[in-house]
């Protein structure tokens, strides 16, 4: 057993990614952008404590501090182990600190007017930007599987001799780890009530539902839940929870329509987006709603498409700089030309369960209601029509 934990801690020491969300999934599977505060350019900065004052400018005992406080900052332990308890420790602190209501806000400044109509705050609180019960559950929950050390350990070893044969993604099914938080019931409903839904509430699909966890968060309010999920050990997971799994490529045929789907952080891994898109505005009962979260600043990475290069085959023309300079450009020039009339949208936080590099990470998501308008000059031509739609944007987008 010690031989094995020193293994581990040699392993450990040289990971610098998070296990569970660099996954690298194909369409359907879990998402692939690292969630590291410094992995890309997508990735929501973790802020870092602002510098000492000059020592001139202090007292005897506060430069005495300061040194102290100077020396502390810049010590690493020699130990594996050590540094990488020390790190974790260093990270964690730094998540502690972060302003939590920034998860919550958007600039208003650089909303256009007509979409600023349409924002829905999902904060709780008095100013509405505070995580809710929903998300500080899985906070404590993620915190406490990741100060693990035994169930950490295990975690490496396991996805070290599985990694051969297994994606990361059957991997974390399989531990029963890498769970994401997207949002709860509570949040949910209130996009709803904004989005003037009255439909039935009779059927819900959820594609690329993983552990199904967000799912089963909603699932009480409808009659009839389906799922799709890539990963055979998700399957199992979404199958024993009760949920009815679809063929990742059949599922509009064997099922539907559906009064509500659930198209959550999979635009960006999709190798053909436009596509499916175009299937769930097809799929959708009459007056249902289609809710798509996507993490913004758009990073599109598809692990295995037509291209071989992890570029999308179709290109989704998308522009502005920042999460709130594409927001329009999203609703305009993705949904708009498809028939997808956006009724509501708000910002939450992509949580995904920690490991031993931090206790949770985080990724900026926007969740847009929308539904499927009738517009016979694009949106209901035959989906082999759009191909040279398609190619003409993909060369815009090369």
């Known amino acids: 057993m010690a031989v094995l934990f020193v293994i581990f801690v040699g392993m450990a020491a040289t990971s610098s990614s998070c296990t569970a969300c660099t996954s690298c999934a194909p369409p359907g599977g879990s998402p692939t952008t690292s969630f590291s505060s410094t992995a890309s350019s997508s990735t929501h900065p973790i802020p870092v ?6 020592a001139n400018s202090l007292t005897r005992n506060q430069t005495v501090d300061a040194a102290t406080r100077s020396v502390t900052k810049t010590y690493r332990p020699h130990g594996s182990l ?8 260093r990270a964690d602190e730094r998540l502690q600190a972060y302003d939590k209501t920034q998860w919550y806000k958007v600039d208003q400044s650089l909303i256009r007017e007509d979409l600023g109509k349409l924002w829905v705050p999902l904060g709780v609180g008095v100013n509405e930007d505070q995580p809710d019960e929903a998300a500080n559950n899985f906070l404590e929950n993620s915190t406490e599987r990741s100060d693990s050390l035994p169930l950490q350990a295990w975690h490496s ?7 051969w044969f297994l994606s990361r993604t059957s991997i974390n099914g399989l531990l029963g ?3 994401m938080h997207v949002f709860s019931s509570d949040q ?3 996009l709803m009530r904004a989005s003037k839904y009255s439909g039935e509430w009779n059927s819900l699909v959820d594609l690329g539902a993983g552990d199904g966890a967000t799912t089963s968060r909603i699932a009480p309010l409808f009659k009839k839940v389906y799922a799709t999920e890539i990963s055979p050990p998700m399957r199992w997971t979404l199958n024993r929870l009760g949920f009815t799994v679809l063929d990742v490529e059949k599922w509009h045929e064997e099922a539907g329509p559906f009064d509500v789907i659930l198209c959550l952080n999979l635009l960006d891994r999709c190798d053909k987006p436009n596509t499916l898109l175009r299937r769930l505005k097809s799929t959708l009962s009459p007056g249902g709603r289609l809710v798509v979260a996507l993490v913004l600043p758009f990073s599109p990475y598809v692990e295995v498409g037509e291209r071989n290069d992890h570029k999308p085959s179709e290109y989704l ?9 594409q927001i329009a450009s999203l609703i305009d020039r993705v949904f708009g030309p498809l028939g997808l009339k956006c009724l509501a949208w708000s910002k939450l936080p992509y949580l995904c369960e920690g490991d031993l590099g931090q206790a949770f990470y985080f990724l900026d998501d926007v969740v847009f209601v929308l539904e499927a308008e009738k517009d016979a000059s694009y949106c209901d031509r035959p989906l082999s029509e759009d191909a040279n739609v398609d190619a003409m944007l993909q060369n815009q987008g090369s």
């Not at 070893?157 to 990694?163: F, H, I, K, Q």
């Not at 023309?317 to 300079?325: D, R, T, V, Y």
């Open 49 to 54: 404590a602002p510098p000492a004052a000059p």
């Open 82 to 89: 050590a540094r990488l308890i020390f790190d974790k420790q």
């Open 157 to 163: 070893l396991a996805r070290s001799a599985l990694s």
């Open 177 to 179: 780890r890498g769970s």
């Open 188 to 190: 949910f409903e209130k």
């Open 317 to 325: 023309p998308i522009k502005g700089n920042g999460l709130e300079g």
